[in-house]
């Protein structure tokens, strides 16, 4: 059997199972092809960690329940080797985890499925009472001067922590209040609280956790909820402005804390998070039957949430390869490299198209213009190579703080350019123009953006994203396509073009 058609033959059936694949997650599975035809469905995945103290272990952690028009799906717990339990105390739920010892450090998840089903506030609870802090007699004096001097600019409970929230914001408070906040940030939050109780408003802590797609590693967030007699009012801590964030998932308001372990230290709880958009009533679905049918249903969503985000972007790097390779093949554009395209083009998703191209071009354009110097001092390759990435380095931290002092916070985006990547292109690009000369590097060059404008273009389209992500499976039948242009032996378009006067009749 010839080459050319082994690799016909498996090309058709990789081409054929993935996309047979594909069509069994949409026919069995009730999977959307398109984007935005079903719910948009968040998850969440908490992780406990903490190290053992020695002795007996318990952990609790409060549960969400449906608050601010949030709807919590399903959850489910990773116990461990722990005894768990979930437990129910004036509409309160916490989940127990209790072990009797433990001697290495371990790691406890929490994963939940939630959709906003309306847009409405967090509405009307329980009047905390109002518990004075117990100051110093400094302390204490310092208190009371900031609260009469706020009580003197406001009209009430609202107008109070609003300005008293803007002076933390803005640093811009007096002796007193500077004294009584100190420098410690993690606790000007408890300052606060501790303000308000004093000047007799009854607040609360609101918990949850802002939801981003892609993020892994979060905390969780809290946010200031005051009571002026009639209704309650939220304010963001950090920006000082009202009203409850649209992309804020409520987990707990008011109460005591979301984490207690007993008999461990160092405890964290940290969330990673995904967005898609699958039908409610398929993700529960998939959750209970990717056990059950493994080599049918390759859907990520078995993985971890942290994985999950990161797989989001992988994915698109065969669809990026497929741009270069039809590039390349059939059309015959010349790039810098082969998959150098395909990472700019990453870059260029995490930092936009027209910042990513304009640092792109500085710190390729600077870093020639170093090499060249380089160049004279007769270095070693590797050690050539080392003092590139370094100014690559450099140039890239130096172009950050500039643009940040001049508030183009945009090119901070700078550092998802592939540092070592640039180098090496500055180093090839530069042994290229000492070989063939600066018309074959801007050939090259603007091969490769050219390669990676279209990739990103692709790349960050909204049905690519969708399907890559929620039909990992297409990727096979995108092996069987690039396997068949690897066989293509044709003119490419640019050499149709070259010698398109041979083919005209002779005059």
Do not use: C
Not at 30 to 57: D, H, M, N, Y
Not at 122 to 143: K, N, Y
Not at 314 to 322: C, D
Not at 404 to 431: C, D, H
């Amino acid at each position: 059997m010839s080459s050319r058609l082994q690799i016909s033959l498996v090309a058709g059936i990789l081409i054929a199972l993935g996309l047979g694949l594909a069509l069994y997650k949409k026919i069995e599975l009730g999977f959307p092809l398109l984007p935005g035809q079903r719910q948009v469905v968040w998850t969440l995945e908490s992780k406990i960690s903490f190290i053992p103290a020695g002795g007996p272990i318990e952990i609790s952690l409060a549960l969400p329940s449906s608050q601010a028009g949030w709807v919590v799906l399903d959850d489910h717990f990773a116990s461990s080797g722990f005894g768990f339990t979930v437990m129910a105390s004036n509409g309160d739920r916490h989940a127990q985890w209790t072990r009797q010892s433990l001697d290495r450090s371990t790691t406890l998840y929490y994963k939940l499925q939630i959709y906003r089903a309306d847009n409405v506030g967090l509405g009307g609870g329980p009047v905390p009472d109002i518990e004075p802090p117990e100051l110093t007699t400094d302390r204490q004096a310092a208190m009371e001067r900031v609260v009469a001097s706020l009580q003197e600019r406001s009209s009430g409970s609202v107008s109070f922590t609003a300005l008293l929230l803007q002076q933390l914001v803005q640093e811009q408070m007096d002796q007193d209040a500077a004294f009584l906040f100190g420098n410690r940030e993690e606790s000007k939050l408890a300052v606060v609280m501790d303000v308000l109780a004093f000047a007799g408003i009854p607040s609360q802590r609101v918990r949850g956790v802002f939801l981003e797609d892609g993020r892994r590693r979060q905390q969780i967030n809290s946010l200031v909820e005051v009571f002026d007699g009639k209704h309650w009012t939220i304010f963001d801590p950090t920006t000082g402005q009202p009203g409850l964030p649209e992309n804020f998932f409520v987990w707990r308001r008011g109460g005591t804390s979301v984490l207690d372990v007993v008999g461990g230290l160092s405890s964290q709880l940290e969330f990673a998070i995904v967005k898609n958009t699958l039908p409610i009533k398929t993700v529960l679905f998939m959750e209970q039957q990717v056990g059950e049918q493994p080599l049918l249903d390759f859907s990520i969503y078995s993985l971890p949430v942290e994985h999950q985000g990161v797989f989001k972007g992988l994915l698109l790097i065969p669809v990026g390869a497929l741009v270069v390779v039809l590039l390349r093949v059939l059309i015959g554009i010349r790039t810098s490299g082969t998959f150098m395209p395909i990472l700019i083009a990453l870059a260029f998703i995490q930092a936009t198209l027209l910042t990513g191209l304009i640092i792109f071009l500085a710190v390729v354009g600077a870093g020639l213009w170093i090499r060249s110097y380089l160049s004279h001092l007769n270095l070693l390759l590797v050690a050539r190579i080392t003092a590139v990435v370094i100014v690559v380095i450099l140039l890239m931290a130096a172009l950050s703080i500039v643009s940040y002092k001049f508030g183009f916070n945009q090119a901070l985006t700078v550092t998802f350019l592939p540092t070592i990547i640039l180098a090496w292109t500055i180093e090839r690009m530069s042994i290229l123009w000492e070989e063939e000369g600066g018309h074959e590097v801007l050939i090259q060059g603007g091969g490769s953006l050219l390669a990676a404008v279209l990739a990103y273009l692709l790349m960050s389209t909204a049905l690519v994203e969708h399907l890559s992500f929620n039909f990992p499976e297409l990727m096979i039948s995108l092996l069987g396509v690039v396997l068949l242009i690897g066989k293509y032996t044709g003119y490419r378009l640019t050499e149709l073009y070259r010698f398109r006067d041979l083919s005209r009749p002779d005059k």
